[in-house]
Every structure is written in C-alpha cells, then in structure tokens.
T-cell receptor, first 116, second 111 residues
Framework: GAGVSQSPSNKVTEKGKDVELRCDPISGHTALYWYRQSLGQGLEFLIYFQGNSAPDKSGLPSDRFSAERTGGSVSTLTIQRTQQEDSAVYLC??????????????FGPGTRLLVL | QKEVEQDPGPLSVPEGAIVSLNCTYSNSAFQYFMWYRQYSRKGPELLMYTYSSGNKEDGRFTAQVDKSSKYISLFIRDSQPSDSATYLCAMSGQGAQKLVFGQGTRLTINP
C-alpha cells in the first residue's frame, strides 16, 4: 500500500510569511507525528496526534507553530511569521497505536523548507 | 547535554568491512531502541528494533543494547556500497510515543 506522503516536497518562502505543510498518513494509522530535521541538530520531535487529539505538543518550539489533524487522517503543520531559523526538513510519520509497546513509525519523505 | 549522543562522523570504510555504529544515552527510562537508515533526500526507514537489553540479528545487521552502560550499537557485516547512508539511533520510554533521536552518523562504503 501507499506510504506516508507529504506536500509540498520543497517550499521556499520569505521571512515573515506563513506556511502550511501537509501530511497524509498510511491508511488506518491512528497515530501521527511531526519531527523537524535541521543541519547539525538531528531529528527533533514536534507534536504527536492520536486520532484528532494532540496529547503531546511538547516539541513545538514557539507559539508560531501549530498543527491540526482532521478526520483522523490528514494533518497540517502551520508556521506563522516564518523566521530563517525555521529552515529545516519537516518530517511526518505515522503508526498503528496498539495497546502497549512502541509501534513502528513510518516516515514520509519530508518537506524541505527554506526561509529567505 | 543531549539525551542521546551519536558521533555524526563522517565514517568511510572499504566494501566488505565490518561497521560499528554507536549511541549513548542518559535517560534510564528508555526501553525501546531503534536504528533507522536515511538515504539522501529521503525519510528515515526502520532497520532494527530492540526492546530492553540484549542482541538482535537480521541478516548482515546486529543491534546490541546495554542498558547498564546506556549504550547501544549497530553492526553491519560485509558492508556494501548500498549501505552508504545516514544511520540514526532512536529510543523511547514505556508509554511514550515520541522518539528521541541521535544526531545520525553519515556512513560511506567505498567500492
């Protein structure tokens, strides 16, 4: 079946503009995650959804960042008033969420964001 | 200090060599340990998954976890040029959904 898809694959924006990044998880996966991968920083957790709820938003770096998920499927990560330090690859992952354990997280190809 | 430390490399070895990749961590609550492989401009893909301490082998890959030392390793035997990628260790605690990643080690296997 289809994997996790993300759009756009690349985004160039000007400082101060808002951007929206989209994630389509694997069908049937109830859990969805956003991570950010910056040069020299590795992968950093941003937010986790279980269904449409976000029980863990601890990784969002500022109130300029927000995310939502609708219909237990598609998720959108929004960055308002972008700054140059927001430039990074934004990765989405999804997993089943069975009781107990750590389910495998399947990653999308990422959205490469460049803020000029 | 980061929760998970991983030498970013780069690491370059000849084809056929045994490769050893390592991570150390500070959070004793971590119970699940993973290795992901990431090719250039692609998302990470899961290679190995280990729960708690011990060894796990899958083909040319062996993962080891030593919780007493807070140290995990990935060994690649008979390395191939197609193994050239960035290898990321990741871990999580019981009941926690988010993964905490190391910085990733960039590996090149030279023909």
């Amino acid at each position: 079946g289809a994997g996790v898809s993300q759009s756009p694959s690349n985004k160039v924006t000007e400082k101060g503009k808002d951007v929206e990044l989209r994630c389509d998880p694997i069908s049937g996966h109830t859990a969805l995650y956003w991570y950010r991968q910056s040069l020299g920083q590795g992968l950093e957790f941003l937010i986790y959804f279980q269904g449409n709820s976000a029980p863990d938003k601890s990784g969002l770096p500022s109130d300029r960042f927000s995310a939502e998920r609708t219909g237990g499927s598609v998720s959108t990560l929004t960055i308002q008033r972008t700054q140059q330090e927001d430039s990074a690859v934004y990765l989405c992952a999804s997993s089943r969420n069975l009781a107990g354990g750590q389910e495998t997280q399947y990653f999308g190809p990422g959205t490469r964001l460049l803020v000029l | 200090q980061k929760e998970v430390e991983q030498d970013p490399g780069p690491l370059s070895v000849p084809e056929g060599a045994i490769v050893s990749l390592n991570c150390t961590y500070s959070n004793s609550a971590f119970q699940y340990f993973m290795w992901y492989r990431q090719y250039s401009r692609k998302g990470p893909e899961l290679l190995m998954y280990t729960y708690s301490s011990g060894n796990k082998e899958d083909g040319r890959f062996t993962a080891q976890v030593d919780k007493s030392s807070k140290y995990i390793s990935l060994f690649i035997r008979d390395s191939q040029p197609s193994d050239s990628a960035t290898y990321l260790c990741a871990m999580s605690g019981q009941g926690a959904q988010k993964l905490v990643f190391g910085q990733g080690t960039r590996l090149t296997i030279n023909p």
